[in-house]
T-cell receptor
Framework: DGGITQSPKYLFRKEGQNVTLSCEQNLNHDAMYWYRQDPGQGLRLIYYSQIVNDFQKGDIAEGYSVSREKKESFPLTVTSAQKNPTAFYLC???????????????FGPGTRLTVL | GENVEQHPSTLSVQEGDSAVIKCTYSDSASNYFPWYKQELGKRPQLIIDIRSNVGEKKDQRIAVTLNKTAKHFSLHITETQPEDSAVYFCAPSGNTGKLIFGQGTTLQVKP
């Protein structure tokens, strides 16, 4: 459980507004990830970062942006270009990046974003 | 991209029965095979995982079996209890560290 926090838990935004979701971890993990989950579906990868100041697009990066200025923080911005942003957003972290033999990811509690 | 499929999509069992969920993947480079449990509105939590050099792993009532040749792995839950009711996801991973999640299996354990 502990070690990864996301805020806020619930977020409401008007169409056309950008919004930033927070993700912080104190597990000293190198890699961090953002996923989107829609009702009744699996998790889809938005962005991931294996090291500070570097990140890569996942499968559904359009309309999203991230930064990784600190090891413990990986904020996600949902921009107005994301056409259907209402979803449950999950942040995760893992101990290492590429060339892993051990990839367990630990998840934060999630942020439920609703566009009004 | 990699294709991951889970079967069945829903599973209903009586308390005390066993449940088996199968995950098929396409990337032959996959080397890490976890199963996550997600209760309604909560975060996914790892319940068991296995690496490619092992064929089976057991933790109390939960086990995972891996068939790398056929590219599938399965979750086995014995003596099911109502608190096992949740959505279960497989998420095989290769050297990139990226987990590719299946669509999930909703398990209902009837008391």
């Amino acid at each position: 459980d502990g070690g990864i926090t996301q805020s806020p838990k619930y977020l409401f935004r008007k169409e056309g507004q950008n919004v930033t979701l927070s993700c912080e971890q104190n597990l000293n993990h190198d890699a961090m990830y953002w996923y989107r989950q829609d009702p009744g579906q699996g998790l889809r990868l938005i962005y991931y970062s294996q090291i500070v100041n570097d990140f890569q697009k996942g499968d559904i990066a359009e309309g999203y942006s991230v930064s990784r200025e600190k090891k413990e923080s990986f904020p996600l911005t949902v921009t107005s270009a994301q056409k259907n942003p209402t979803a449950f957003y999950l942040c995760a972290s893992s101990r290492r990046g590429t060339g892993l033999s051990y990839n367990e990811q630990f998840f934060g509690p999630g942020t439920r974003l609703t566009v009004l | 991209g990699e294709n991951v499929e889970q079967h069945p999509s829903t599973l209903s069992v009586q308390e005390g029965d066993s449940a088996v969920i199968k995950c098929t993947y396409s990337d032959s480079a996959s080397n890490y095979f976890p199963w996550y449990k997600q209760e309604l509105g909560k975060r996914p939590q790892l319940i068991i995982d296995i690496r490619s050099n092992v064929g089976e792993k057991k933790d109390q009532r939960i086990a995972v079996t891996l068939n790398k040749t056929a590219k599938h792995f399965s979750l086995h839950i014995t003596e099911t209890q109502p608190e096992d009711s949740a959505v279960y996801f497989c998420a095989p991973s290769g050297n990139t560290g990226k987990l590719i999640f299946g669509q999930g299996t909703t398990l209902q354990v009837k008391p």
